[in-house]
T-cell receptor, first 114, second 114 residues
Framework: AQTVTQSQPEMSVQEAETVTLSCTYD???????LFWYKQPPSRQMILVIR??????QNATENRFSVTFQKAAKSFSLKISDSQLGDTAMYFC???????????FGTGTKLQVIP | ETGVTQTPRHLVMGMTNKKSLKCEQH?????MYWYKQSAKKPLELMFV???????ENNSVPSRFSPECPNSSHLFLHLHTLQPEDSALYLC?????????????FGDGTRLSIL
């Protein structure tokens, strides 16, 4: 069975600073996908970034980037120049290729402080 | 973002009531999902539909009954629920169900069982 672990239940960061959220996963599969989702207090969960396991290059989306270490089964999210709108729950998620069951972590609550 | 719409936003019901949650997606996606989100727990996948056919059922109690009349609509019929069923129920959709594509979520229905 696949597992996703987010070891930081809560984090805070000063506005304009950089923060890194940790995620580790466990699987014996070789073809899979990793995601970071953001759920603001308004509740709608939105995709932040997606990584394909067979791609060595780390995905980036504007201020959001990941460090994907396949051997270590680590998938951390870096948020640069943090903004107040980044305050949210962040969920790491894992999906095996060809199979749509997504396994989510328990989330990290990020608070951006003005 | 109004791609995935869920109604109602809030629902309070007694244990003997029958109610339904509705989800509609306007994204032209072929796959739709129901998740249960409880505090301090990972999202739990309940059901997956692809082109109106159920492709995943994660051992969900029979008091939850899904219905997918077409690829744009998904319902979750509720009857004889238990207090532990109180949670946020999220609907999501994706273009396909098996190709590692990200999911688009609705705002959820906050369900409270008296």
């Amino acid at each position: 069975a696949q597992t996703v672990t987010q070891s930081q239940p809560e984090m805070s960061v000063q506005e304009a600073e950089t923060v890194t959220l940790s995620c580790t996963y466990d699987t014996s599969e070789s073809n899979y996908y990793l995601f970071w989702y953001k759920q603001p207090p308004s509740r709608q969960m939105i995709l932040v970034i997606r990584q394909e396991a067979y791609k060595q290059q780390n995905a980036t989306e504007n201020r959001f980037s990941v460090t994907f270490q396949k051997a270590a089964k680590s998938f951390s999210l870096k948020i640069s120049d943090s903004q107040l709108g980044d305050t949210a729950m962040y969920f790491c998620a894992f999906m095996i290729g060809g199979y749509q069951k997504v396994t989510f972590g328990t989330g990290t609550k990020l608070q951006v402080i003005p | 973002e109004t791609g995935v719409t869920q109604t109602p936003r809030h629902l309070v019901m007694g244990m003997t009531n029958k109610k339904s949650l509705k989800c509609e997606q306007h994204l032209g996606h072929n796959a739709m999902y129901w998740y249960k989100q409880s505090a301090k727990k990972p999202l739990e996948l309940m059901f997956v539909y692809s082109l109106e056919e159920r492709v995943e059922n994660n051992s969900v109690p029979s008091r939850f009954s899904p219905e997918c009349p077409n690829s744009s609509h998904l319902f979750l019929h509720l009857h004889t629920l238990q207090p532990e069923d109180s949670a946020l129920y999220l609907c999501a959709s994706s273009l396909e169900w098996d190709r590692g594509q990200p999911q688009h979520f609705g705002d959820g229905t906050r369900l409270s069982i008296l």
